[in-house]
């Protein structure tokens, strides 16, 4: 029997389709709406399916660049993406459901899919030596900053909405 190692490489074209996973989620259920009714964002059907064409494209470019590299900033470029666009989109996700006592469209996969794929993909990466924990723990920083940008600039246009 042959064994295959579950590799940092071999994983990452499970991130696209997680993604896409994911939009369909939050598409099908009326996210754009349900921002808007629940968190004063202002974002239509047209603005997130341009938003979420633009970060697939740079998923799938940052995939394919760490792919066939076995530099360090590939990898690090890509957790920084991804923790940004998956794993704090998850709590994202939980935090606006919890706020708004009502269904926050991509929770599900979300939860199940975003949240233990980025700790995956993650771990994969210190263990198959392309970051340190603390290189990793630093990505998921700029992630974190990423994403409170992306919300800021994306649903809310450079405001805070009064909640």
């Known amino acids: 029997m042959i064994r ?3 590799t ?3 994983t990452l074209r499970v991130l696209p389709v997680v993604y896409l996973l994911h939009i369909v ?5 009326g996210f754009p ?3 808007s009714l629940h968190m004063q964002a202002d ?6 399916l341009r938003n979420n064409a633009l970060f697939m494209v740079i998923l799938v470019t940052l995939c394919l660049w760490a792919a066939r590299s076995t ?3 590939s990898a690090f470029l890509l957790l920084a993406w991804t923790s940004g666009q998956l794993f704090w989109n998850f709590v994202f996700h939980l935090a606006t459901t919890v706020i708004a006592d009502s269904y926050s469209p991509g929770l599900v996969t979300a939860a199940l899919l975003y949240q233990p794929v980025s700790l995956a993909m993650a771990a994969l990466a210190v263990r198959d030596r392309h970051l340190s924990l603390s290189d990793t723990l630093f990505a998921f920083t700029i992630g974190a900053g990423l994403m409170l940008f992306v919300i800021w600039a994306g649903l809310w246009h450079f405001s805070l909405p009064v909640v």
Request: aromatic content about 18%; glycine content about 14%.
């Open 33 to 35: 709406a349900w921002m």
């Open 25 to 29: 989620e939050e598409y099908g259920a």
């Open 4 to 6: 295959t190692m579950i």
């Open 71 to 73: 530099t360090r900033l």
């Open 43 to 48: 974002m239509g059907d047209a603005g997130f």
């Open 8 to 10: 940092f490489e071999r």
